[in-house]
């Protein structure tokens, strides 16, 4: 007898400039997945230069109180972490206001990376505590994993899909995550593209003479 599998489909939650948001219950979970699709008004190169230091940026990762990176592999000569590596573990405690401390250990992998000959940009990442757990002191996240794909589409715009799929843990109540979590993935990918879009404005800004 064949087991056939029932997985949850993916529906249209609303609409945003740059594309589309959909949600997807899951399995014994009261938090729903997020995916967002859609174009960004800005070139491949400038949108994978931006995630890949989104660590750095107060508009992408909002909060981020401390950062450690607990080991990295794939690393050109010198690197010690994104954008030199291509796999990294970092541990990350984040103190939003109204909300205790958040923390967790992560994997970061740069699955894909053509960008520069024509291809596409794949960055990924989950729970990991294979190279250390978090430390007692903050609510440890309860799940944590998406990604991004990342495709040319002409020279000035980009297509995208970020998935989100994140439990905070604690006491917050579901409807207050999956509210916030509705929320926060127009507005990280607006901010993507604005700060992209100034890489490749900068980049194609002609230097004043010396």
């Known amino acids: ?21 959909y ?8 938090v729903v997945a997020l995916r967002a699709e859609g174009t960004l008004r800005a070139p ?11 660590f750095e940026s107060d508009r992408l990762s909002p909060y ?9 592999e794939g690393c050109r000569p010198g690197g010690t972490d994104l954008p030199g ?3 990294v573990w970092v541990y990350e405690r984040y103190e939003p206001p109204l909300m205790s401390p958040r923390d967790y250990a992560f ?13 596409d940009f794949d960055l990924r990442w989950t729970l990991d505590e294979s190279h250390g757990a978090p430390p007692e002191g903050a609510t440890h ?11 040319p589409a002409g020279k000035e715009e980009s297509r995208f899909t970020y998935r989100i799929d994140i439990d905070p843990g604690g006491s917050v109540a579901s409807w207050i995550v999956n509210m916030a979590n509705k ?20 980049r194609a800004r002609p230097e004043a003479p010396k």
């Not at 400038?46 to 890949?52: D, I, K, P, S």
């Not at 994997?107 to 291809?119: S, T």
């Not at 944590?144 to 794909?149: D, K, L, R, S, Y």
């Not at 929320?183 to 900068?202: D, F, H, N």
Request: charged share 30%.
């Open 1 to 21: 007898m064949r087991l056939v599998l029932a997985v949850a489909a993916w529906t249209v939650v609303s609409t945003f400039p740059q594309g589309k948001l």
């Open 183 to 202: 929320s926060q993935v127009p507005s990280v990918i607006a901010a993507v593209e604005e700060l992209a879009r100034e890489k490749a404005l900068a």
């Open 107 to 119: 994997r970061m992998e740069v699955a894909v990376d053509d960008v520069d000959d024509g291809g």
């Open 85 to 87: 590596c291509r796999k």
């Open 23 to 30: 949600r997807q219950e899951r399995e014994g979970s009261d």
């Open 64 to 72: 981020l109180a401390h950062r450690k990176v607990l080991h990295v």
């Open 141 to 151: 996240m309860k799940r944590n994993t998406g990604g991004w794909e990342i495709s």
């Open 44 to 54: 491949a190169w400038a949108v994978r230069e931006v995630l890949l230091h989104a």
